[in-house]
């Protein structure tokens, strides 16, 4: 059995959206799939690379940027403060990273011929927090979303779509029981609200604090796989 060994490619940036990002390469000639992945705040594209391995080599893997710079090497797609009433965001910039996100599939699905049923959006931490904000909004852009160490927001309840356009999402749930950065009653919350908007999902629960752990990355590709 060979190993592929994988790469990033260069910086591009969508001319609709203006938003960067880097393909894992090789990149498949005629990809058959897509999956978006979306680093956590303060990280960068480069961050999921590893996640991706396991992946199927004909699905076409971005890795995108958020589109807001914090300094260095360092992005987010909105500001969020942590505090002792838990976090508070900007949720004019989550929802502006949600509607550039949303054209930024379908300019991919557009460019390689892929379909939305072939598509996953995921990420990790406020990553996870977007690919559910695009799968709970506009669930004819992917066929599911995975949210790694993330939550769902409560500001995105306006935008929610309907259980009959939900119909067609699943979901991947993952959280480290001893996560000190977003509790792991969120992913409880999510688990519930899925569950209340009829969305099929799995729910994992690992022994960590705030990350992606070895089972995590399995069980993540185990799911996408199904």
Request: net charge negative; charged share 15%.
């Amino acid at each position: 059995m060979t190993t592929t060994h994988y790469s990033l490619s260069e910086l591009q940036t969508d001319s609709a959206t203006q938003l960067s990002y880097r393909l894992r390469l090789p990149a498949p000639a005629k990809p058959t799939k897509l999956l978006v992945l979306l680093h956590g705040v303060g990280g960068n594209e480069t961050n999921l690379l590893n996640l991706a391995d396991g992946i199927d080599p004909d699905t076409l893997v971005v890795l995108g940027r958020g589109p807001l710079q914090m300094g260095g090497p360092q992005f987010a797609w909105f500001r969020v403060n942590f505090t002792a009433n838990g976090p508070q965001i900007s949720p004019e910039e989550a929802e502006r990273s949600r509607t550039l996100l949303i054209t930024l599939l379908q300019q991919l699905q557009q460019q390689h011929g892929i379909a939305p049923t072939q598509t996953v959006i995921a990420g990790f931490s406020q990553g996870g927090i977007m690919s559910a904000s695009v799968g709970l909004s506009s669930p004819e852009s992917v066929r599911g979303f995975g949210l790694l160490s993330g939550r769902i927001l409560p500001e995105l309840e306006p935008v929610i779509a309907s259980k009959e356009r939900l119909s067609t999402l699943t979901a991947f749930l993952s959280h480290g029981e001893q996560d000190t950065t977003l509790p792991v009653h969120w992913a409880h919350r999510s688990d519930a609200l899925l569950a209340q908007l009829g969305v099929p999902h799995s729910l994992k629960l690992y022994a960590m604090d705030h990350g992606i752990s070895a089972a995590m990355h399995a069980d993540f590709v185990k799911w996408l796989e199904a």
